[in-house]
């Protein structure tokens, strides 16, 4: 009966409804969105971070309060880049690594800041992996802790074999998350931990 009412509350969440760039991910106000590459970005980045730009396919970039204070943060994030958080002044707040090399799909697809509802604004990033016979599009949730760029939750939210795509769904709600991974007929409850400020499976 439960995995039921969770699948059913996954199914008619509402408010506030999913953006059309992140279909999969429901209770997420997006207050600041980019889907558009840019060389630019992966320039800074490289000079950021010390690396090499990644290869031409640009990176993305915003600016957003991060934190709750009134200050607007810039995000700069590639896939094979990672994200990099500056502050107003333009210094280097925190940073996440980039992802593994694993097709030739691998790509950023959206970054997002927004209000989930939560003690602090969230940064949503979608990445698609694989090639082009099966790929799969993952979504990343962050939280800014202090100078800490924090994982908060990961999963699998669409996956392509040949012409088959299967969906899957985040659901955000206070204190806690649904999600059903893409070939999986429930959704399974997490809940934001204190101790390791991230998300755990209520097993």
Same mark, same amino acid.
């Given at each position: 009966m439960r995995r039921l009412l969770l699948t059913v509350a996954l199914a008619g969440c509402a408010s506030p409804a999913a953006s059309p760039d992140l279909p999969? $991910?429901? +209770?997420?106000?997006? /207050?600041?969105? #980019? #889907? #558009? *590459? !840019? $060389? /630019?970005v992966a320039q800074r980045l490289a000079a950021i971070t010390n690396t090499a730009d990644d290869g031409g396919y640009g990176g993305v970039e915003l600016t957003a309060d991060l934190t709750g204070d009134g200050t607007r943060e810039t995000v700069l994030a590639s896939y094979q880049q990672g994200i990099v958080v500056l502050s107003a002044d333009g210094h280097v707040i925190s !940073?996440? *690594?980039a992802w593994d090399a694993t097709g030739s799909r691998d790509d950023l697809l959206v970054l997002? /800041? +927004?209000d989930a509802r939560a003690s602090a604004p969230m940064i949503a990033v979608a990445v698609e992996q694989g090639g082009h016979r099966e790929s799969a599009t !993952? $979504?990343?949730l962050y939280g800014l802790r202090g100078r800490q760029l924090v994982l908060l939750f990961s999963g699998e939210v669409e996956?392509?074999?040949g012409s088959t795509t299967t969906t899957g769904a985040v659901m955000l709600e206070p204190g806690a998350l649904l999600?059903?991974?893409p070939q999986a007929e429930v959704a399974r409850r997490w809940t934001f931990g204190i101790a390791n400020s991230r998300y755990v499976e209520v097993r």
């Amino acid at each position: 009966m439960r995995r039921l009412l969770l699948t059913v509350a996954l199914a008619g969440c509402a408010s506030p409804a999913a953006s059309p760039d992140l279909p999969w $991910l429901h +209770g997420f106000n997006a /207050v600041a969105t #980019t #889907t #558009t *590459p !840019s $060389l /630019v970005v992966a320039q800074r980045l490289a000079a950021i971070t010390n690396t090499a730009d990644d290869g031409g396919y640009g990176g993305v970039e915003l600016t957003a309060d991060l934190t709750g204070d009134g200050t607007r943060e810039t995000v700069l994030a590639s896939y094979q880049q990672g994200i990099v958080v500056l502050s107003a002044d333009g210094h280097v707040i925190s !940073s996440a *690594p980039a992802w593994d090399a694993t097709g030739s799909r691998d790509d950023l697809l959206v970054l997002a /800041v +927004g209000d989930a509802r939560a003690s602090a604004p969230m940064i949503a990033v979608a990445v698609e992996q694989g090639g082009h016979r099966e790929s799969a599009t !993952s $979504l990343f949730l962050y939280g800014l802790r202090g100078r800490q760029l924090v994982l908060l939750f990961s999963g699998e939210v669409e996956r392509h074999e040949g012409s088959t795509t299967t969906t899957g769904a985040v659901m955000l709600e206070p204190g806690a998350l649904l999600y059903r991974a893409p070939q999986a007929e429930v959704a399974r409850r997490w809940t934001f931990g204190i101790a390791n400020s991230r998300y755990v499976e209520v097993r």
